[in-house]
C-alpha cells in the first residue's frame, strides 16, 4: 500500500479518534440494533443462532454506512478534498486510504457488536476455532462491503441527500453479494449443532471484495474529478 | 513557467474558458483581474488540476498537464477561499501531515514546520486546533500548508479577504519573500491597488478570455482603474 | 441535439404497432396449449410476454451499461442521455417481466415467487440497481457530475449481476427447496409466438428508447435556455 494512503488513514483515525464523533454514534447504534433483534425474537423463534447472524450482518452495514459516509463528508464539509487532491500521490491512494481508515474503524465496531451479541443472546463460543472461522468471515466480508462502499461514499459525496443515497446506492450492489454469503457463512460457524463447512462462502467473499476493490481502483479516478 | 494555449472548459453547454492564452515565465508575479464569473476561480482549478480542462494545452514547469498531473501538483501551492486544513488537527499536525503528503522527510519536516509557523506568526498557536482558530489565523495557516513543501509556483484565488492589515502584511511579505526566491506566483485579485502592487505584470480576465495584459511598472492606480472599466464596459455592451 | 427525426421514429412505430398486434394475437390464439407438464396450461400464454419483456430489459440494461463506459471514455453528453434513457424504458420493461413473471408463477407454482429461480433473482438484482441508478440522478443538480456519477454506477451495477448470480447459488443450496425450472421443451407454435413476441418488444423499446433520448434533448434544451436567459435552471 502506497505510503500516501497510509498517511491518509493515519490522518483520518487521528482525527476521528480526537473527537470519537463517528465511533461514539455507530457504538450506540450497534447496541441499539443488536437490543431490539434481542426482543424483537424471543425464544420461540428458533433461538439465537437462527437471528444472531442476520442481526450481526445488518448492525455491521448499517453502521457500516455511517463511517463511509462520515469518512467523504467530513472531508466535503471542510472543504479538505481538495487538499487531498492537491497531493502529488496518485489518486487511488486516496481510495486506499480512507477504505483503510473506515475498515479500521468498521472493524473495531463489529468486535463490540460480536461481544455484545454474545452477551445478550448468552452465545457461548465454546473454542478459538470457531472464533477464528468468524473472523476470517467478517473481515472478508467488511474488505467487500467497504471496497465498494467507499467508492459510491465518494460518489455520494457531491449528491443532496447523501446520506440518504449513500444505502441506496450501496445496498442493491452488496445485498446479495455481500451480505447474503456473509449471513450463510457466520450462520454455518455460529451452528448449534457444531461448525459446518464454510469454505465455498469465503471464497465467494473474497472473490467478491477483490472484483469489487479491483473496480474501485478502475472507476474511483472518473467519481472525483471535477 | 506556465504556458497555456487555447484553453477551454466547458460547464454543460456554457463556455466558462474560451480559448484562453497565457504564458507567465518563471519568478513573475501575475495578477488576475476580471468580473464575478468571468473564469478566473475555473482557471486556477485548471492550473493545479483539479478540474479538467475540455481543449487547450497546459504545462506547468515543463510538465504536461494533461499527462503530469503529480509532477505539476508537487510543484504548485494553491491558496483558495477555504483554507483546505482539518479542523480536528492542530496547526502543526495541519502542516506535518501536508508535509508528509509532498515527501518531505521527518528531520527537514519539523525545521520546515517550525520556520512556517515563525514566519506567519502562528507558533504561539501551534498545539491550537485549527476549528478554534480565527477566520484570519486560518489563513495564514492555509498559506503555510501551501508553502509546506517549497513550491515554485504559488496559485492564489483572493488570498487577501477577511485578512485584518496585519495579516494582510504578514501575506504580502511572505509572498514577497516567495517571489524573491525566484518563486512564480499568480494571484486572482478584486483588489485593483492590491494587485497592482505586489505584481510584476496585471491581465484582464473577461468571458473566458486573457482581455488585456500590461506590465505593472506601465501604469498607475488610476490607469488599471480606467483599464478595467473600460473593459468592463465592452463586456456589458 | 441528438436523436432521430420523428419521422423515422414515427415509422417505426407504424412497424412495432401490427407486430405487436401479431405477438398478441399468436401468444392468445395461434400457439398451442403445452399439452402436458403443466399445472395451469393456459397461464402459459402469459409466458410469451413475460420472456419477451424480460429479455428486452436485459437488453436495455446493457445498452446502459455500455452507453456508460462509452460516455466516460468520450464525454459526449448523447451517450449520457441514451443511458438514461435505455435505463429508464429497461426499469420499465423489468418491472413488467416481474409482474407477468408472478402472475404466471402463482398460477404454475401456487406462490408469486420463488428465490431459488435463477431468473426471477437476477431480474430482481436488477430491477433493485436500475431503481437506485434513477435515484441518484435526480439527487444531482450539475450536469457533468449527474452524467460522470451514473455512468460510475451503471458499470458497478452490471458488474453486480453475475456477482449476485454465483452468490445465489451458494444461498439455493442452503435453503433446499425443490429446484424448479423455468424452461420447457417448446412445441414449434409456442416458439414461434414466443420470437413474434420478442420482436415486437424489441422494436417497441427501441422507439420507447428513441423518443425518450428526444424528450430528454428537449429537456437540456430547456435547461440551457434558462441558464442563458440568467435564470436558475431548477426553480
Ligand atoms: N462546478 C461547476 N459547475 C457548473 N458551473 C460552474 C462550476 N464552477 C464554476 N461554474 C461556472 O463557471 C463560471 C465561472 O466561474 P468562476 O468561479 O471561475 O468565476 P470567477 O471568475 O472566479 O468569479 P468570482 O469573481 O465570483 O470568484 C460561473 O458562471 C460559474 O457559475
Ligand atoms: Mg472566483
Same mark, same amino acid.
Given at each position: 500500500?502506497?505510503?500516501?494512503?497510509?498517511?491518509?488513514?493515519?490522518?483520518?483515525? &487521528?482525527?476521528? *479518534?480526537?473527537?470519537?464523533?463517528?465511533?461514539?454514534? #455507530?457504538?450506540?447504534? +450497534?447496541?441499539?440494533? %443488536?437490543?431490539?433483534? &434481542?426482543?424483537? *425474537?424471543?425464544?420461540?423463534?428458533?433461538?439465537?443462532? #437462527?437471528?444472531?447472524? +442476520?442481526?450481526?450482518? %445488518?448492525?455491521?452495514i448499517l453502521a457500516g454506512m455511517f463511517a463511509l459516509s462520515a469518512s467523504f463528508s467530513k472531508e466535503k464539509d471542510q472543504e479538505t478534498f481538495q487538499s487531498l487532491l492537491l497531493c502529488p500521490g496518485s489518486r487511488t491512494s486516496i481510495y486506499l486510504g480512507k477504505m483503510l481508515s473506515s475498515f479500521i474503524l468498521i472493524t473495531m465496531v463489529e468486535l463490540f457488536s460480536i461481544v455484545a451479541m454474545a452477551v445478550f443472546f448468552e452465545y457461548d463460543f465454546g473454542g478459538p476455532e470457531r472464533l477464528a472461522w468468524l473472523a476470517v468471515v467478517v473481515v472478508l466480508g467488511t474488505l467487500g462491503f467497504v471496497g465498494v462502499g467507499t467508492l459510491v461514499a465518494a460518489m455520494t459525496m457531491n449528491t443532496q441527500m447523501r446520506e440518504v443515497m449513500l444505502p441506496v446506492l450501496v445496498l442493491p450492489l452488496v445485498v446479495f453479494t455481500i451480505i447474503m454469503p456473509a449471513v450463510t457463512a457466520t450462520a454455518k460457524v455460529l451452528g448449534e449443532a457444531g461448525m459446518a463447512d464454510v469454505g465455498a462462502e469465503v471464497r465467494l467473499l473474497l472473490t467478491f471484495a477483490l472484483v469489487y476493490i479491483i473496480a474501485a481502483l478502475l472507476l474511483f479516478d472518473y467519481v472525483i474529478e471535477e | 513557467m506556465i504556458e497555456i494555449k487555447g484553453l477551454t472548459k466547458r460547464y454543460g453547454n456554457r463556455k466558462v474558458l474560451n480559448g484562453l492564452d497565457l504564458s507567465v515565465p518563471a519568478g513573475t508575479f501575475l495578477s488576475i483581474f476580471g468580473p464575478n464569473g468571468a473564469g478566473k476561480t475555473t482557471l486556477l482549478k485548471i492550473l493545479a488540476t483539479l478540474a479538467r480542462p475540455n481543449s487547450g494545452t497546459v504545462t506547468v514547469d515543463g510538465w504536461d498537464l494533461a499527462k503530469d498531473g503529480a509532477e505539476i501538483r508537487s510543484v504548485i501551492g494553491v491558496?483558495?477561499?477555504?483554507?483546505?486544513?482539518?479542523?480536528?488537527?492542530t496547526v502543526e499536525e495541519n502542516l506535518r501531515f501536508f508535509g508528509r503528503l509532498f515527501g518531505l522527510g521527518p528531520a527537514g519536516l519539523e525545521a520546515r514546520v517550525r520556520e512556517l509557523l515563525d514566519s506567519l506568526g502562528l507558533a504561539h498557536r501551534a498545539r491550537d486546533r485549527s476549528e478554534i482558530l480565527s477566520r484570519g489565523m486560518r489563513q495564514r495557516l492555509a498559506i503555510a500548508r501551501a508553502l509546506v513543501h517549497r513550491p515554485r509556483v504559488l496559485l492564489l484565488d483572493e488570498p487577501h479577504v477577511g485578512l485584518d492589515p496585519k495579516a494582510s502584511a504578514v501575506l504580502d511579505r511572505t509572498l514577497r519573500s516567495f517571489k524573491d526566491g525566484g518563486g512564480t506566483v499568480v494571484m486572482i485579485t478584486h483588489d485593483l491597488a492590491k494587485g497592482l502592487e505586489m505584481a510584476d505584470r496585471l491581465a484582464f480576465l473577461f468571458r473566458g478570455r486573457m482581455a488585456r495584459e500590461v506590465e505593472a511598472a506601465r501604469t498607475d492606480a488610476a490607469g488599471l482603474r480606467q483599464m478595467y472599466d473600460s473593459l468592463a464596459a465592452g463586456d456589458n455592451a | 441535439m441528438v436523436g432521430v427525426p420523428r419521422k423515422h421514429r414515427l415509422a417505426l412505430l407504424v412497424v412495432a404497432l401490427p407486430v405487436m398486434m401479431l405477438a398478441i394475437y399468436m401468444a392468445l390464439v395461434y400457439a398451442p396449449s403445452p399439452a402436458q407438464g403443466f399445472a395451469a396450461p393456459d397461464a402459459q400464454r402469459i409466458f410469451h410476454f413475460h420472456v419477451a419483456v424480460a429479455w428486452t430489459s436485459y437488453v436495455a440494461f446493457i445498452v446502459t451499461a455500455v452507453a456508460s463506459v462509452v460516455y466516460l471514455r468520450t464525454r459526449s453528453e448523447k451517450f449520457d442521455t441514451l443511458a438514461l434513457?435505455?435505463?429508464?424504458?429497461?426499469?420499465?420493461?423489468?418491472?413488467?417481466?416481474?409482474?407477468?413473471g408472478s402472475i404466471w408463477a402463482r398460477?404454475?407454482?401456487?406462490?408469486?415467487?420463488?428465490?431459488?429461480?435463477?431468473?426471477?433473482?437476477?431480474?430482481?438484482?436488477?430491477?433493485?440497481?436500475?431503481?437506485?441508478y434513477i435515484g441518484v440522478r435526480g439527487m444531482i443538480q450539475a450536469r457533468e457530475t449527474r452524467a460522470r456519477v451514473s455512468a460510475v454506477f451503471g458499470v458497478l451495477g452490471i458488474l453486480c449481476v453475475p456477482l449476485s448470480f454465483s452468490a445465489n447459488r451458494i444461498w439455493a443450496q442452503f435453503h433446499p427447496t425443490v429446484l424448479v425450472t423455468s424452461t420447457g421443451s417448446l412445441q414449434p407454435g409456442m416458439l414461434h409466438a414466443l420470437i413474434v413476441a420478442?420482436?415486437?418488444?424489441?422494436?417497441?423499446?427501441?422507439?420507447?428508447?428513441?423518443?425518450?433520448?428526444?424528450?430528454?434533448?428537449?429537456?437540456?434544451?430547456?435547461?440551457?435556455?434558462?441558464?442563458?436567459?440568467?435564470?436558475?435552471?431548477?426553480?
Open positions: 500500500m502506497p505510503s500516501t494512503a497510509l498517511l491518509i488513514a493515519a490522518k483520518d483515525l &487521528r482525527a476521528e *479518534f480526537r473527537t470519537k464523533r463517528t465511533l461514539n454514534s #455507530m457504538l450506540i447504534f +450497534s447496541v441499539m440494533v %443488536i437490543l431490539a433483534f &434481542r426482543f424483537a *425474537f424471543t425464544a420461540g423463534d428458533g433461538g439465537p443462532a #437462527m437471528v444472531a447472524p +442476520s442481526a450481526l450482518w %445488518i448492525t455491521f | 491558496v483558495s477561499h477555504s483554507p483546505f486544513v482539518y479542523g480536528e488537527l | 434513457s435505455s435505463a429508464e424504458i429497461g426499469l420499465m420493461f423489468c418491472t413488467a417481466a416481474i409482474i407477468t398460477a404454475e407454482w401456487g406462490t408469486f415467487w420463488r428465490w431459488e429461480d435463477m431468473k426471477l433473482f437476477m431480474t430482481l438484482v436488477l430491477w433493485l440497481v436500475y431503481l437506485s420478442v420482436v415486437a418488444m424489441t422494436l417497441f423499446y427501441i422507439y420507447l428508447v428513441l423518443e425518450r433520448v428526444e424528450l430528454e434533448g428537449l429537456h437540456l434544451r430547456l435547461e440551457d435556455l434558462k441558464e442563458e436567459m440568467g435564470d436558475d435552471p431548477d426553480e
